[in-house]
């Protein structure tokens, strides 16, 4: 009698041996190489700016031209930032991670068929 509990399928793809590739393992790679230290970088230019507006206001309050502060060009500098990030993991993925995983999705797709 089979185990109710053991839900795998009998044919198709065994997608714990395909987390364990090592084409799988580089892409989990070369994808957290360039997510893990932006995403710090941001956090701590993040944490500055909010930081700075609690802590020293007259700073933030300083005028750099007309009503133009350095509190409202850290703040616009957040969203530039933002976007900059968006544009350039867009980039990367195109260039670096869409590749790997469109070989890894073709493996998958041949070895389905072959089952």
């Known amino acids: 009698m089979s185990d109710p509990t053991d839900v795998r399928p009998s044919l198709g793809v065994d997608y714990l041996q395909v987390q364990e590739s090592e ?25 500055v700016y909010v930081l700075l507006a609690a802590f020293a206001p007259q700073f933030m309050a300083q005028r750099v031209w007309g009503d133009i502060t350095v509190g409202l060009l850290f ?41």
Do not use: C
């Open 23 to 47: 084409p799988f393992r580089t892409l989990r790679k070369d994808h957290r190489s360039f997510v893990f230290p932006l995403a710090v970088v941001f956090l701590v230019w993040y944490f």
């Open 75 to 115: 703040g616009l500098g957040q969203f530039v930032t933002t976007f900059a990030i968006t544009m350039g993991y867009v980039a990367f993925a195109n260039r670096r991670l869409d590749p790997q995983s469109a070989s890894i999705r073709s493996t998958l797709e041949k070895a389905e068929v072959d089952a």
